[in-house]
Nanobody, 124 residues
Protein backbone atom coordinates (compact mmCIF):
# COMPACT_ATOMS: atom_id res chain seq x y z
CA UNK A 1 0.00 0.00 0.00
CA UNK A 2 1.31 3.41 -0.93
CA UNK A 3 2.55 5.44 2.01
CA UNK A 4 3.83 8.88 2.87
CA UNK A 5 6.56 8.97 5.51
CA UNK A 6 7.48 12.22 7.29
CA UNK A 7 10.74 12.94 9.07
CA UNK A 8 12.68 15.89 10.41
CA UNK A 9 10.60 17.09 13.33
CA UNK A 10 12.06 17.92 16.71
CA UNK A 11 12.60 20.55 19.38
CA UNK A 12 13.99 23.94 18.43
CA UNK A 13 14.23 27.35 20.05
CA UNK A 14 12.22 30.27 18.80
CA UNK A 15 13.93 31.85 15.81
CA UNK A 16 15.46 28.56 14.76
CA UNK A 17 14.91 26.38 11.69
CA UNK A 18 13.84 22.85 10.83
CA UNK A 19 13.37 20.99 7.56
CA UNK A 20 10.67 18.37 7.25
CA UNK A 21 10.70 15.68 4.59
CA UNK A 22 7.84 13.61 3.18
CA UNK A 23 8.88 10.61 1.14
CA UNK A 24 6.52 8.63 -1.07
CA UNK A 25 6.87 4.86 -0.83
CA UNK A 26 6.29 4.30 -4.55
CA UNK A 27 5.11 5.97 -7.73
CA UNK A 28 1.45 6.01 -6.69
CA UNK A 29 1.61 9.74 -6.11
CA UNK A 30 2.67 10.66 -9.61
CA UNK A 31 0.37 13.47 -10.69
CA UNK A 32 -0.81 14.22 -7.15
CA UNK A 33 -0.77 17.59 -5.48
CA UNK A 34 1.17 17.48 -2.22
CA UNK A 35 0.67 19.54 0.92
CA UNK A 36 1.61 20.03 4.55
CA UNK A 37 -0.93 20.48 7.33
CA UNK A 38 -0.44 20.92 11.05
CA UNK A 39 -2.48 20.20 14.13
CA UNK A 40 -1.83 21.71 17.53
CA UNK A 41 -3.22 20.10 20.68
CA UNK A 42 -6.94 20.72 20.95
CA UNK A 43 -7.08 22.44 17.57
CA UNK A 44 -8.21 21.38 14.13
CA UNK A 45 -5.82 20.28 11.39
CA UNK A 46 -4.95 23.30 9.26
CA UNK A 47 -3.31 23.84 5.89
CA UNK A 48 0.29 25.09 5.92
CA UNK A 49 1.63 24.85 2.35
CA UNK A 50 1.06 22.98 -0.89
CA UNK A 51 2.63 22.35 -4.28
CA UNK A 52 1.07 21.27 -7.56
CA UNK A 53 2.41 18.30 -9.48
CA UNK A 54 2.77 19.70 -12.97
CA UNK A 55 3.99 23.27 -12.58
CA UNK A 56 5.26 23.21 -9.01
CA UNK A 57 3.07 26.19 -8.13
CA UNK A 58 3.13 26.79 -4.39
CA UNK A 59 0.47 28.03 -1.97
CA UNK A 60 1.00 29.09 1.64
CA UNK A 61 -1.13 29.87 4.65
CA UNK A 62 -0.91 33.53 5.58
CA UNK A 63 0.77 32.89 8.93
CA UNK A 64 3.75 31.07 7.39
CA UNK A 65 4.33 33.17 4.27
CA UNK A 66 7.89 34.42 4.12
CA UNK A 67 9.05 31.94 6.77
CA UNK A 68 8.24 28.51 5.33
CA UNK A 69 9.12 27.12 1.90
CA UNK A 70 7.70 23.99 0.30
CA UNK A 71 9.78 22.27 -2.37
CA UNK A 72 10.35 18.86 -3.92
CA UNK A 73 13.14 16.79 -5.39
CA UNK A 74 13.64 16.36 -9.12
CA UNK A 75 11.93 12.98 -9.12
CA UNK A 76 8.88 14.61 -7.49
CA UNK A 77 8.76 11.85 -4.91
CA UNK A 78 9.96 13.70 -1.81
CA UNK A 79 8.48 16.97 -0.64
CA UNK A 80 10.19 19.24 1.84
CA UNK A 81 9.05 21.97 4.20
CA UNK A 82 11.81 24.36 5.19
CA UNK A 83 10.72 26.25 8.30
CA UNK A 84 12.66 29.35 9.33
CA UNK A 85 12.10 31.96 12.03
CA UNK A 86 10.06 29.46 14.00
CA UNK A 87 7.69 30.71 16.68
CA UNK A 88 6.18 28.93 19.68
CA UNK A 89 2.81 29.06 17.93
CA UNK A 90 4.25 26.85 15.18
CA UNK A 91 4.30 23.99 17.68
CA UNK A 92 2.15 21.16 16.29
CA UNK A 93 2.16 17.75 14.70
CA UNK A 94 2.91 18.26 11.02
CA UNK A 95 1.32 15.97 8.44
CA UNK A 96 2.08 15.59 4.77
CA UNK A 97 -0.74 14.79 2.38
CA UNK A 98 -1.31 13.83 -1.24
CA UNK A 99 -4.40 14.27 -3.35
CA UNK A 100 -5.28 13.31 -6.91
CA UNK A 101 -6.13 16.85 -7.95
CA UNK A 102 -4.25 19.29 -10.13
CA UNK A 103 -4.70 22.26 -7.82
CA UNK A 104 -3.64 22.82 -4.24
CA UNK A 105 -6.65 22.86 -1.92
CA UNK A 106 -6.36 24.41 1.51
CA UNK A 107 -8.90 22.08 3.11
CA UNK A 108 -8.35 18.50 4.25
CA UNK A 109 -10.95 16.71 2.23
CA UNK A 110 -9.47 16.47 -1.28
CA UNK A 111 -6.39 14.79 0.18
CA UNK A 112 -6.80 11.03 0.49
CA UNK A 113 -3.31 10.00 1.56
CA UNK A 114 -1.73 11.12 4.82
CA UNK A 115 1.52 10.51 6.61
CA UNK A 116 1.76 9.52 10.27
CA UNK A 117 2.81 12.98 11.41
CA UNK A 118 5.96 14.42 12.94
CA UNK A 119 6.09 16.56 16.07
CA UNK A 120 7.56 20.06 15.89
CA UNK A 121 8.04 21.85 19.20
CA UNK A 122 9.28 25.44 19.37
CA UNK A 123 10.38 26.67 22.79
CA UNK A 124 10.30 30.31 23.78
Amino acid sequence: QAQLVESGGGLVQAGGSLRLSCAASDGTFSGYARAWFRQAIGKERLFVAGITWSSGRTVYADDVKGRFTISRDNAKTTVYLQMNSLKPEDTAVYYCAAGAQTAVFTTRYPYNYWGQGTQVTVSS
